[in-house]
């Protein structure tokens, strides 16, 4: 077997350019592991029509409100999620669009 690429010079480095390594490499997969938990999907994606509270977004996806707190906490965390006090009452919702964009792209990948 010879050591010889197939790959010219510049296609390397255009490859070992855009491939992330490090910090960058640490957030893109900090950030789609997000994607990884069934709870966090559907509340990402309830919040992507409606800023909630804890308890509606607990009745509404029938998932006790343990759960969902601790899931917000985490997606707040990540920067995923704000949340906004109105009174006694914490509303969350996306911090942005971006989330609920590349749920779309997923969902357009797969066909469904």
């Not at 992330?20 to 509340?43: K, N, W």
């Not at 909630?52 to 996806?61: E, G, I, K, N, P």
């Not at 409100?65 to 969350?92: A, D, M, W």
Request: aromatic fraction near 6%; charge should be negative.
């Amino acid at each position: 077997m010879t050591d010889t690429m197939l790959l010219d010079r510049r296609t390397k480095d255009l490859v070992l350019e855009y491939v992330p390594e490090g910090d960058v490499l640490d957030s893109i997969v900090c950030f789609f592991s997000i994607f990884a938990d069934p709870t966090r999907v559907r509340m990402l994606s309830a919040l992507a029509i409606s800023e909630m509270c804890v308890t509606d977004l607990s009745r509404v996806l029938e998932i006790n409100q343990t759960t969902i707190s601790h899931q917000l906490r985490l997606l707040k965390n990540l920067g995923i999620v704000k949340s906004e006090r109105q009174g006694k009452i914490i509303f969350y919702s996306l911090v942005n669009d971006t989330v609920n964009d590349v749920m779309l792209k997923g969902v357009e990948f797969l066909g469904c």
